[in-house]
């Protein structure tokens, strides 16, 4: 019979989620990072939760004062009503007698054994000691700081309560003796980018006896919250096939992409700049909503009133959200009072993680049932991971993961030249099902616009190129092209 061991929740349900419900129970568990991770407001966070649940609480800090730890819960809007805050100042306030031991030996052995003590008076379940890095100080080597830490540990485990250790990562030159002592490890790390909002994500490096979720996980740190957005493992989610394609609502278009677009199949809109790309997502998402199905437009480039004049206004979109505030980060529940049916989104890529972005997509299609998912574009989508370089693997899990959940995407990318799917954003073509392709030509001197499907993986389509034009009436697919190939420019196409 296999055991499982208790778990103790965080207050933070994503984290918990990615602990696969919570931290070990009567373990130890170390929280490290660098200035600015956001220890001392996880610390906290973990103790409000264990007071909101009825559990005995300690706080003691080896480096803050009570009254800063007070304005930094104040800040969040929280209440340390039931939290017992205990400053232990790592120095002995009297001499110490005279012994043959070295200064810091006494006196590290001194405080570790009055933090054991102060943690059985107190009962506590919950108990969080902020930081190590003052501990480390009074060490005269390695092996000295281990084993003393080893002695906290056990005793510590003996007492029954379940503890965060807050150390700060003050040097690259890291020594790992604390992470091999602990029951688990979690890694905070904080990214300055090149241009925007610095990145925050963790990492469990270990829980000693417990699963977890391995991989970097994004997280943001708001007022009154911690939301942290788990990796996406597409293979982890499914639906039951349904039978949702999408049409265009122009007949010529639907022909010549060989019908509709298949439920589940993800489309890529190629084409220069001012070509009709976005009026055509746009097309397909008013068919899908006209049909009674939800779609979500995430909106990297346009502004909400251009929008608002390109077909959206007769969809019934409540009002735009932007998420680099918040307001539609996790906690962007379902709402069962919410009959909208198209879910616009701007997104300023100089503000989102990866992560949080995905983690948006996700709720929109489990909470919202969204059946379409259009983003707008994928170049503005590469700022967002440019730092990463992995936006071929990143795309393709998420492209799995609606393909899993029987949700199309449609993906639009600017380009000027050849198709080269050994860039990007060309590469992305790769990986989609299909390729809708728009681009200009000439003709008597007037510049004028064609469109071609170039790929369907799930059925045959038409090879023709159509003349296209964008009225005031919509979108409208002529005759083929006649035009030389110099003038219509196939080498655009890659063909």
């Keep these: 019979m296999t055991h ?50 009825g559990d005995p609480c300690l706080y003691l800090s080896l480096s803050e004062a009570e009254d800063e730890l007070r304005a930094t819960a104040a800040n969040h809007g929280w209440n340390l009503d039931g939290v017992e805050i205990v400053e232990m100042i790592p120095l002995p306030a009297q001499p110490a007698p005279q012994s043959i031991l070295l200064p810091t030996e006494s006196e590290l052995a001194e405080l570790i054994n009055r ?12 108990v969080v000691i ?16 281990r084993r003393q830490i080893i002695a906290l540990r056990e005793r510590l485990s003996g007492i029954g309560a379940t503890v965060l250790l807050l150390d700060d990562i003050t040097s690259d030159g890291r020594e790992y003796e604390l992470q091999s002592a602990m029951h688990g490890v979690i890694s905070l790390e904080y990214v300055e980018r090149s241009f925007g909002a610095a990145r925050r994500r963790l990492h469990v490096v270990k829980m000693r006896g417990g699963s977890f979720q391995s991989g970097w996980h994004d997280y ?35 022909e010549l992409a060989g019908g509709p677009l298949v439920a589940g199949s993800s489309t890529m809109v190629l084409g220069p700049s001012g ?13 899908a909503v006209g049909s009674g199905l939800q779609v979500a437009y995430f909106n990297f480039d346009e502004s909400e009133s251009t929008l608002r004049s390109r077909l959206v206004a007769d969809m ?34 100089s503000r989102i993680s990866p992560g949080e972005f ?65 860039k990007e954003p060309d590469a992305v073509s790769i990986i989609t099902d299909n390729i809708i392709s728009l681009r200009y030509y000439e003709r008597d001197h007037i510049v004028c616009k064609a469109l071609c499907v170039l790929k369907k993986r799930q059925g045959p389509h038409v090879h023709e190129i159509r003349e296209l034009e964008l009225t005031d009436d919509g979108i409208r697919i002529g005759a083929r092209v006649q035009s030389k190939d110099n003038d219509i420019g196939v080498a655009a196409l890659g063909a």
């Design 4 to 53: 499982s061991p208790q778990r103790v929740v965080t207050g933070i349900p994503e984290l918990d989620a990615v602990l696969h419900g919570g931290l070990l129970r009567n373990r130890i568990h170390l929280i490290e990072g660098r200035p600015g991770t956001g220890k001392t407001t996880l610390g906290l966070r973990y103790l409000i939760e264990g007071v909101a649940i």
């Design 115 to 126: 933090i054991a003590e102060r943690v059985e008076q107190a009962r506590a379940a919950r």
């Design 130 to 145: 902020d930081s190590m890095v003052e501990i480390r100080l009074l060490a005269r080597d390695s092996a000295h700081y």
């Design 220 to 254: 943001k740190i708001l007022p009154g919250e911690i939301l942290v957005f788990p990796s996406l493992i597409a293979q982890e989610h499914h639906r039951p096939p349904q039978r949702n394609d999408i049409v265009s609502g122009i007949e010529t278009l639907d």
């Design 275 to 287: 070509v009709g790309k976005t009026t055509l997502a746009l097309q397909y998402a008013r068919s």
């Design 316 to 349: 019934g979109e409540g009002p735009v959200r932007d998420l680099d505030t918040g307001d539609a980060g996790a906690g962007d529940t379902a709402d069962p009072g919410d009959n909208r049916r198209f879910f616009l989104r701007r997104v300023n890529p």
């Design 358 to 422: 995905i983690w948006n997509v996700r709720r929109l299609v489990e909470d919202h049932n969204v059946k379409l998912v259009i983003i707008d574009s994928i170049n503005s989508y590469l700022d967002v991971i440019r730092e990463e370089k992995s936006l071929l693997p990143q795309m393709n899990e998420l492209f799995s993961y609606l393909s899993n959940m029987s949700v199309s995407s449609i993906v639009v990318g600017a380009h000027s030249a050849r198709l080269d799917t050994s």
